[in-house]
C-alpha cells in the first residue's frame, strides 16, 4: 500500500477532478468549517493534502500526518497550510508527541484499515483526543466500483481492486465499501452523537469521543 501510494503521488489529485463528484465534493466543503471551527485538529494518513488545505484556515491549531513521504511533499505545497505541523507517523501508532487533541479526520483512509485493524487504528486515534472530541471519516461510497470493480473478497471480508498507474504497473489494493450500520457498529462503543451523510460518490461520518 506504501509503495503504490508513493508512486501515485503526482496523479492522486484527480480523483477529486471527475465532474460527477463535484457537487458532494461541494458540499463537504461546506461542511468542513463546521466541523472542524475553532479546534485542534489531527489529520490521520493526510495524502498529497487536498483536505487539509480546506480544514487548516478554519482550525485553531492543525497537525496532519501520513506514513509516506513522497504525498507528505505534495501536501506541505497547498495554499493555506503555513500553520500546519506535517509529521510522517504511521497511522497505527501514532506517537505521543503528537500531544492531544479536540478533534481528528481520516479522509479516504478507513475503507483502506483491514476489517480487523479498524479498533486497533480508532483506539490509537482516540489516544490522541480529549474527551468530547468531534471525530469525522469520509470516504467513497461502493458507486467507485463501477469504475474500479472488486476483484477478491477475503475471508475477513476485506475487498480488493486492481488499479494501474500511468506508467503501467498493475496494485492490489485493500478497498472496503462500509455501509451506514456497519459504520455506527463500529464507532458505537468509543463515541457518542454519531451522524451520517451519505451522497452519490462520497460519504461522512461525524460523531464525538466518548469520555
Known sequence: MREYYAARAPIYD???????????????????????AGRSVLEVACGTGWWTQFIAPVASRMT?????AEPLAFARLRPGVER???VQADAYALPQSLGNFDAAFAGLWISH??????PEFLAGVHARLVAGARVVLVDNTEVQCERLPIVERDAA????????LPDGTAHRVLKNFPGEEELRSMVE?????????RGAHFWALCYAAAA
Open 14 to 36: 484527480e480523483v477529486y477532478l471527475r465532474p460527477e463528484r463535484q457537487a458532494d465534493l461541494d458540499e463537504l466543503r461546506r461542511r468542513i468549517p463546521a466541523w472542524f
Open 64 to 68: 496532519a500526518t501520513d506514513a509516506v
Open 84 to 86: 500546519v505541523s506535517f
Open 113 to 118: 484499515v483491514p476489517v480487523g485493524r479498524r
Open 157 to 164: 471480508g476485506n475487498t480488493y481492486q486492481m488499479r494501474t
Open 189 to 197: 462503543r468509543i463515541g457518542t452523537h454519531a451522524q451520517y451523510w
